[in-house]
């Protein structure tokens, strides 16, 4: 089965059932919006079948998907920045179909720096050293993030 790129399929159905929640989880914590963060999701895929990067390791291959969908998200939040933004309605729903409601409810709340690190730190179980290369920030701009977003929780929670 041919696909349009040199990738066999079965290594392009692995990449997309592997990092498909991970990218979803990181997407919808930067942009607030399900639905924006399916189409970040199907945009980072595409970037991958478009751009066809060979990867030195699983942990090389989730980073550069990671970035990508990270920098899709930024650039979709840029262009709600330029044009009229609609009403978030559908944020609750994905905060109650979460895991822990509360806490996701409560990282949406927090500033984009934060949900991001404390995102890949807690969910996606990534190092300070791992998410700095991730993010292009120093591994001490990381450890103020975290302690700083964990601080923000904290005070949410009360």
Known sequence: MKNGSDRPAEEIERLVSTYTD???RICLTRLRSPADAEDAVQETFMKLLKRQPR???????KAWLIRVA???????????QRHAESPLSDLAEAAAQSDAPDVMEALLELPEAYRTVL??????????GEIAKIIGKSASAVKMRLQKGRELLRESES
Do not use: I, K
Request: charged share 20%; aromatic share 12%.
């Open 55 to 61: 990867f030195q390791s699983p942990e090389h291959e």
């Open 22 to 24: 991970t990218l979803y």
């Open 119 to 128: 995102t890949l730190h807690y969910v996606e179980g990534y190092t300070t």
């Open 70 to 80: 990270l920098n899709v998200c930024t650039d979709l939040v840029r262009a709600r």
